[in-house]
């Protein structure tokens, strides 16, 4: 019997709020459709393509739209080629018009790969160079503080005169945990009452 080969589609959006309906009309002509809604970076649970992966058979051509669609990075990349061309299956990125049928494909598709992962190193280094620059400007980052040092300071004053937790959280608007942390008491050191 003559084997059948297949054209089998992967088709991927980064979240829920995002459509998969361009990618879905460009591979419409596939015999079988993976889809998902998952960011690249979480390997672990791109299912679709895990299974995609598993169902092409020798002979088959994997269809994506974009190189992006399918891999995290050039190594992602690469070892997802190297997957399909040990079960014999070829890529062919549409939007690219990359084919590894063909040994300028296989070398377009690596060099491509390569310089998307290049391009997200640069944005990473920029990235860090900003925020280096900001922090030496003074803009602080993460979680606003509960209380200024005049605050934290006065709220330490109250509690050695007396006041209960349950008087400073209620004039500071704050948590207990953060009363204590103010108070520089470990919360496991905590009463059970407002005392």
Do not use: W
Not at 13 to 32: A, F, I, N, T
Not at 34 to 61: H, I, M, N, P, W
């Amino acid at each position: 019997f003559p084997v059948t080969i297949a054209r089998i589609g992967y088709a991927r959006v980064s979240s829920y709020g995002q459509s998969l309906d361009v990618q879905l009309e460009k591979l419409s002509g596939c015999d079988r459709i993976f889809q998902e809604k998952q960011s690249a970076r979480s390997t672990e649970s791109r299912d679709q393509l895990a299974l995609c992966l598993d169902y092409v058979r020798d002979g088959d051509f994997l269809c994506i739209t974009k190189l992006d669609r399918l891999a995290r990075s050039t190594r992602d990349l690469l070892n997802i080629l190297n997957k399909l061309d040990q079960k014999q299956v070829k890529l062919h990125v549409i939007d690219q018009q990359i084919d590894t049928s063909t040994p300028a494909g296989m070398l377009l598709v690596t060099m491509l790969g390569a310089i998307a992962a290049f391009e997200n190193d640069l944005r990473k280094e920029r990235q860090a160079d900003g925020i280096a620059l900001a922090k030496r400007k003074g803009v602080q980052f993460g979680r606003k503080r509960a209380l200024t040092d005049e605050q934290a300071q006065r709220l330490r004053g109250m509690r050695s005169e007396g006041k209960k937790i349950v008087e400073l959280m209620a004039e500071f608007n704050l948590s207990k945990a953060t009363v204590y942390r103010a108070l520089a008491v470990h919360i496991d050191d905590m009463p059970d009452t407002g005392s």
